[in-house]
């Protein structure tokens, strides 16, 4: 069994014996119960990033960080606003649409990321 747990690359929660047939049911809903304690940390501690490079670094940025991003003045450079700063790097518009799902390309020059948009005004003054 050692050897499939290294195939499939699985490891053992806990082991439930069978000479007790009253406490196998209580100790499979306390395992079901571990397991999903587990998957909603897991969930919560995977928060997807965003790689940006500025000259020789590369920057990881968690998505959630993002407010938007925007044409700059300097030619093909992009500003991106977080919610802690803002700084440049090249790159085009049309290439950071693409980067996540969550980005929204709203306008010729912005691009937002939608998790972060609070509410959009319809009428224009």
């Given at each position: 069994?050692v050897f499939l747990t290294f195939k499939y690359q699985i490891e053992a929660l ?112």
């Amino acid at each position: 069994m050692v050897f499939l747990t290294f195939k499939y690359q699985i490891e053992a929660l806990d082991f439930i014996l069978k000479d007790e047939p009253e406490k196998i049911q209580s100790r499979i809903i306390e395992d079901i119960k571990l397991c999903s304690k587990q998957f909603e940390k897991d969930a919560a501690d995977s928060d997807d990033y965003c790689q940006i490079k500025t000259g020789e670094l590369v920057r990881s940025i968690k998505i959630s960080d993002i407010l938007f991003f925007e044409s700059s003045t300097v030619p093909h450079k992009i500003t991106v606003h977080l919610k802690d700063g803002s700084f440049e790097f090249y790159s085009t518009i049309k290439e950071i649409e693409k980067k996540n799902e969550l980005f929204f390309r709203c306008h010729k020059s912005y691009v937002v990321n939608i998790n972060n948009v609070e509410y959009i005004r319809m009428k224009l003054r």
